[in-house]
C-alpha cells in the first residue's frame, strides 16, 4: 500500500514539474521581451522620435511654430462660431448645399443673396486666415496627449476654413475678381501646411482631403475661362510638388508607436466598446506581445522602402501575413484593431497623388492653350509647358483620358473607388454622383 501511494505521489509530481518547468519558459520569456522592448524604445528616442505621451508632447514642440499659435487660434474659435449661423446650413460648401453644375458668371444663381450674406458674416475670418497665413509652418498648438485618445479638435475644425474659403473662391469667380479667388486658392493651401501634424495618420487624412478641396476648385474654376498666364502659373506651382509619402508614412509610423506605448497600460479604453467589457482587456499587455506590436509596425514602415509605387499592396500582404502568424495569439486582436487602418492610409496616399497630377495636368492644358492659341493635340504635348509623361498619368503609369470638343477639353482619371483603368470615353461630368464630378474629370474652356 504505501509502495502505491509513494507511486501515485511520484506519478503527480510529473505534471507538477512539466507546469513549473512552462511556467519557468513563460516568465524567462516574458524578462527577454522586455528586455528587447526596452532596447527598441531605447533605440527609438535615441533617432529623435517620441515613445510616450511626454515624449510626444516634447517632439511635437520641437517640430511646430509657436509663432503663430495665437492667430490661428483666434481663427479657429471664429470658425466655431460661424458654424452656428442659420444661414449656412444649406448652402453649398460650408452646409448641405451643392454649386449647380451650370453655375457661371452672369448665370441665375438661387443661392447668391444667401451666400453674399453668410460671406459678409465671416469676413472677419477670411481677412484672419490671410494674415495668421504669413506665419511658419506648421503651427503649436495646446494638445493633450493621451495616447490613442489624443484629441485633435483643431485638424478636424481646420476643414471649415476651407469650406469659407472654396464658397468665398466661387462666390468671387462668379462676380469676376479672379485675384480674390486666387487669393483663396493659396490660403486652403496655407491652412493645409499650417495643420500638417503627419505623425497622426487621422490628421494627414484631414491635411489631404484640405489639399483636396483645393484641387477641385482649381478644377471648377477651369471651365469658367478667369485666368490669365501669370495667374495660372501660380496656381500650378499650388500643386507641382509630389506628395512625399514615404515621409508622410514614417512619420505616421512614429507618432504610431508613441500612442500604442501610452496606451498599453490602459489598453482597453481605447479597444471598441462592444470589447471594453470583457474583464480580461483590463490585464496589462504582456511583454512578449508589446514586442510582438511593436515589430509590426517595424515591419509595416519598412513597407515604404521599396518604393511608393506598391505600397498599397505591400501593406496589405503585410498586415495580413502579421494576423495571420499570430493568428492564435492576442496579438492578433490588437491587430485586428489598430493596423487595418495603415493600409487604408496607403490607398488614400495613392488616390491624392493622382488627383494631384489630373490637376496639374488640367491645368498645363489651359496654359498650353493660351501659349499656343490651340489645344493640344495630345497630352504629349505638354512637355512644352515642362511636364512629363508621369505628370499626365496615374499612379499605375495609365494615362489620363483627353479629349476635345468644341471650344472646350476635357482630361479625366478614373472615378474614385472604382478600380484603376481610366475609361477611353468622358465620364458623364452632369451627372449628380456621390462624389464632386471635378475630382475625376476636368472641363477646361
Known amino acids: 500500500m504505501k509502495r502505491r501511494v509513494k507511486w501515485i505521489g511520484l506519478v503527480s509530481l510529473v505534471p507538477m514539474g512539466v507546469l513549473i518547468i512552462f511556467m519557468a519558459f513563460v516568465v524567462y520569456r516574458e524578462i527577454v521581451a522586455s ?3 526596452k532596447r527598441r524604445l531605447d ?7 517620441p515613445i510616450d505621451n511626454v515624449s510626444m508632447a516634447e517632439f511635437f514642440e520641437r517640430n511646430t511654430h509657436k509663432a503663430g499659435t495665437d492667430a490661428w487660434s483666434e481663427v479657429l474659435d471664429l470658425s466655431q462660431a460661424s458654424s452656428n449661423l442659420t444661414v449656412s446650413s444649406d448652402l453649398p460648401s460650408v452646409g448641405t448645399g451643392k454649386f449647380p453644375h451650370d453655375l457661371h458668371p452672369g448665370s441665375d ?5 444667401r451666400v453674399s450674406e453668410y460671406l459678409n458674416e465671416v469676413r472677419p475670418i477670411l481677412k ?3 494674415l495668421a497665413s504669413e506665419f511658419p509652418k506648421p503651427v503649436w498648438l495646446p494638445l493633450h496627449f493621451d495616447g490613442y485618445l ?3 479638435q483643431p485638424i478636424q475644425e481646420s476643414r471649415q476654413l476651407v469650406r469659407i474659403l472654396e464658397l468665398d473662391m466661387v462666390y468671387a469667380l462668379y462676380h469676376k475678381e479672379p485675384e480674390r479667388a486666387l487669393k483663396d486658392i493659396v490660403a486652403m493651401r496655407s491652412v493645409a501646411d499650417t495643420f500638417d501634424w503627419p ?3 487621422v490628421a494627414q487624412y484631414v491635411s489631404l482631403s484640405i489639399h483636396g478641396f483645393q484641387w477641385q476648385s482649381i478644377n471648377r474654376s477651369l471651365d469658367w475661362d478667369v485666368w490669365n498666364e501669370e495667374q495660372l502659373a501660380t496656381l500650378s506651382g499650388q500643386v507641382s510638388t509630389p506628395f512625399d509619402t514615404a515621409k508622410a508614412w514614417k512619420a505616421g509610423f512614429a507618432g504610431q508607436v508613441a500612442m ?5 497600460e490602459n489598453i482597453a479604453k481605447v479597444l471598441p466598446s462592444e470589447m471594453q467589457d470583457n474583464p480580461l482587456w483590463k490585464l496589462p499587455i504582456m511583454p512578449s506581445t508589446r514586442l510582438e506590436l511593436l515589430q509590426a509596425h517595424e515591419v509595416l514602415q519598412r513597407c515604404i522602402d521599396q518604393g511608393e509605387d506598391r505600397l498599397v499592396e505591400r501593406s496589405e500582404a503585410t498586415i495580413k501575413a502579421q494576423t495571420d502568424r499570430n493568428r492564435i495569439s492576442l496579438t492578433s486582436v490588437y491587430l485586428g484593431v489598430f493596423m487595418p487602418a495603415d493600409a487604408m492610409v496607403a490607398k488614400t496616399f495613392d488616390r491624392q497623388e493622382t488627383s494631384r497630377r489630373l490637376t496639374l495636368t488640367s491645368l498645363a492644358v489651359k496654359r498650353f492653350q493660351l501659349k499656343n492659341k490651340r489645344w493640344p493635340k495630345s ?6 509647358i515642362g511636364l512629363v509623361d508621369k505628370d499626365w498619368s496615374t499612379t499605375k503609369r495609365a494615362p489620363f483620358g483627353y479629349a476635345v470638343d468644341g471650344d472646350k477639353a476635357f482630361v479625366w482619371s478614373y472615378e474614385p473607388f472604382k478600380g484603376t483603368v481610366v475609361s477611353n470615353t468622358r465620364p458623364n461630368i452632369d451627372s449628380d454622383g456621390e462624389f464632386d464630378t471635378t475630382s475625376f474629370v476636368v472641363s477646361i474652356r
Open 35 to 37: 528586455s528587447e522592448v
Open 43 to 49: 533605440a527609438i528616442t535615441q533617432a529623435g522620435d
Open 109 to 113: 444663381w438661387t443661392d447668391e443673396s
Open 128 to 130: 484672419r486666415i490671410h
Open 150 to 152: 489624443t484629441l485633435l
Open 199 to 201: 505623425w497622426f495618420f
Open 260 to 264: 500604442f506605448n501610452a496606451s498599453v
Open 379 to 384: 497630352l504629349s504635348e505638354l512637355s512644352d
